[in-house]
């Protein structure tokens, strides 16, 4: 007996198996929009279930008013050639070829424009320089449903190159509420989980260790900032509607008025000319990067910029603390495991006329 088959053919049919339990147990979010449709047309404007996207032979398109897309595929490849577009919404896109490998190389990635940092649309290179591909296994976090299988499979749409299947392509509202089958039988009897899962997919690797890049935050780290600042037992629902885009202008962000100021109702910024600042535009500046960032000179020397948002919110006042690990990989943390930001990220990446001298002698002055 050939054991080597036989064990295939057991793990193939134990795959196969599992892939059908665990798709029986969905309902889809089409079946939640029916009674929950003003929450699904919020969703649908948020780069959640925009996050893996299936290309049918013609430029994919994006909600009215969100992501402009991407205008063609990676160069010597036509629309029938990619099978899915990963992101495309706010930030980056990578791209399937049609046996569902990720391209690699040179143009490979697509980074959309963006005006806050003045940056035009353009390509660049994604993972191996050499052109070459990759097998997709990033599922877990891009998809609903999804169940790893390797290399021998079943693989979603018959595709070699997808290391896995799922349900639905993209976070859609059983990635985080939990299968819901049972729910669409019996609505009042059986209820889906409200429980946040926002740091399964918004971390990476240690949730103790922020990792960091040229002098940025690496972009999956929201819940490991949150964990390293102030805030780490506040829910991420406290100050974000999770159905609503934080792109866009949105509303994914409730507003300074119905987050950090029923909590911090003693704070009041004392500088007239500052009065009208939101809260985030020196706690939370842009120091974590997705796909592009830049570098802002200042009097003293200059700063990195990215185009997300940090959460650590906590400054330094301190001017021999280095916000990164020597070695630049990681955030740096003390002790108890607080993490700071330094006053050049809060302060000299808009004061491009000051140095940190007069950060340190001016930041208390805000309160």
Known sequence: MNWNILRFACML?????????????????????????KIYELYIQ????????KVTGETPTFPAKTS???????????????SYIVGGFGWKARFLNEQGFILTGEGRQYNLANPLLDIDAHWVAYGDKKLSLKPYTCGECHTTGWVPTGINGPHQDGLPGIYGT?????????????????HVEAPT???PSTEETCGSCHSRG?????????????????????????????????????????????????????????CHQGIQIKLKEKQNQTCNSCHMPFAVTSAVSTSVVHLGGSVPKGDLRTHIHRISMESTWKMFTDDGKFVRVDEENKAYLTLDYACLSCHRNKDMDWALKNAKRIH
Do not use: M, R
């Open 68 to 82: 402009p897309g991407v205008p063609h595929p990676p160069a010597g490849n036509q629309w029938k050639d990619i």
């Open 206 to 262: 240690e949730v103790t260790a922020i990792d960091a890049s040229s002098g940025l935050i690496k972009h999956h780290e929201q819940y490991e900032d949150l964990v390293a600042s102030p805030h780490k037992s506040l829910a991420c629902g406290s100050c974000h509607n999770p159905h609503q885009s934080t792109k866009y202008q949105l509303g994914g962000y409730k507003g300074d008025d119905n987050t950090c100021k029923t």
């Open 13 to 37: 049919g134990f795959a196969l198996f599992f892939e059908v339990q665990a798709s029986s147990d969905f309902a889809g979010s089409e079946s939640c929009k029916t009674c929950h449709l």
């Open 46 to 53: 948020s780069g959640h279930p925009h996050k893996l996207h």
């Open 166 to 182: 799922w349900t639905e392509a993209g976070v859609t509202c059983e990635a985080c509420h939990g299968s819901s089958a049972a």
């Open 189 to 191: 009897k059986v209820k």
